[in-house]
């Protein structure tokens, strides 16, 4: 191809979004994140430091809500949203979460009869889908997508 007909064409950027949408490097960050609050948060109780057990869980999820964001960001999504945009979302989604949380375990403990395990695992399972699809189409979203084009 000529140069000159190679400068009249536009780049189209291509998206870099990861294979799945990211669900599986989602569902692998959000367990990490969750085993590493269990672990955090079980290490300072035993410890015995007079703090009430309610502060130290409390403190602990606060703890990690920026690394969790940050891996998510990165490696979920890959997004290139600034921080400015994408972490008010995603302390906003987060919020969303406890609020989906409470109204699923009402719902599904006030109308099933399921066992409590089971119970739990469905509640985590709902309130994880919606945060997957929130968090992917508006906390981390990109200003433009694009699209590849074949030449």
């Known amino acids: 191809?000529?140069?000159?007909?190679?400068?009249?064409?536009?780049?189209?950027p291509?998206?870099?979004?990861?294979?799945w949408g990211g669900l599986i490097v989602f569902i692998a960050i959000g367990g990490a994140g969750a085993a590493a609050f269990v672990v955090l948060s079980t290490l300072i109780i035993w410890l015995d430091t007079g703090i009430a057990d309610w502060v130290v869980n409390t403190t602990c999820y606060a703890a990690l809500i920026v690394p969790v964001y940050l891996l998510h960001r990165?490696?979920?999504?890959?997004?290139?949203?600034?921080?400015w945009q994408a972490l008010p979302r995603y302390l906003v989604?987060?919020?969303?979460?406890?609020?989906?949380?409470?109204?699923?375990?009402?719902v599904i403990h006030g109308v099933t009869a399921l066992p409590t395990v089971v119970a739990s695992m469905l509640v985590i399972t709902?309130?994880?889908?919606?945060?997957?699809?929130?968090?992917?189409?508006?906390?981390?979203a990109?200003?433009?997508?694009?699209?590849?084009?074949p030449a």
């Open 93 to 106: 989604v987060q919020g969303m979460a406890l609020l989906l949380a409470a109204l699923f375990s009402y």
């Open 74 to 83: 990165l490696y979920s999504f890959r997004s290139d949203a600034s921080h």
């Open 14 to 19: 291509r998206s870099r979004a990861p294979q």
């Open 126 to 140: 709902l309130t994880s889908g919606v945060n997957f699809m929130v968090l992917r189409g508006w906390a981390f």
């Open 1 to 12: 191809m000529s140069a000159s007909l190679e400068s009249l064409m536009c780049d189209v």
């Open 142 to 149: 990109r200003a433009q997508w694009g699209v590849a084009v």
